[in-house]
């Protein structure tokens, strides 16, 4: 049986993931607004990515709303997110999106990228808020993903990464 990486990307770190997992495992690849639990039978193991936004991993409410229909399957999480990995910030994100069902699988983070120029102006103007919030406090208090966003600022930066697989 072969299997699947399905991925939900906003702004294409993801998609680039899943891609360059596709091509070093030789599974077919899907964005999961495309993905029918139906076709699902045929694969195995199914691995899913998605961004982090708000806490929240992408995509996961395929799992959520499938996990049912996909429980004899080895199943594999994979988030991307822009800040650089911690390990307690990491699992505050696993422990609440991995949970119910969901708990035991496998979960893993990726390193993404930060282009404002790409970003809806809904989330370029979030950013901009939180950072006007986080620049407020002492720099020598920040924690980790405070300190990536202020050095990130309005600059590009591209953190993916094959390592990170």
């Not at 680039?16 to 077919?28: H, Q, V």
């Not at 006007?132 to 930066?157: F, H, Q, R, S, T």
Request: net charge positive; glycine share 8%.
């Amino acid at each position: 049986m072969k299997g699947i990486i399905l991925y939900q990307s906003k702004y294409g770190s993801t998609r680039r993931y899943a891609e360059w997992l596709s091509e070093e495992t030789g599974f077919d690849r899907m964005e999961t607004k495309k993905a029918k639990i139906e076709d699902m039978k045929r694969y195995d193991p199914i691995i899913l990515g998605g961004g982090i936004y708000a806490s929240g991993i992408a995509g996961l409410s395929f799992l959520k709303k499938h996990g049912d229909r996909l429980s004899d399957k080895k199943i594999i999480v994979f988030c991307v997110g822009a800040s650089p990995y911690e390990e307690n910030a990491f699992k505050q994100i696993v422990d609440h999106n991995m949970k119910g069902a969901l708990a035991g699988i496998p979960c893993f983070y990726c390193r993404g990228a930060w282009d404002m120029d790409s970003m809806s102006i809904v989330d370029r103007n979030l950013c901009k808020l939180l950072r006007n919030v986080v620049a407020k406090k002492d720099p020598a208090e920040y924690e980790i993903w405070e300190k990536a966003l202020m050095a990130a600022g309005d600059e590009k930066c591209d953190w993916t990464d094959k390592a990170y697989l």
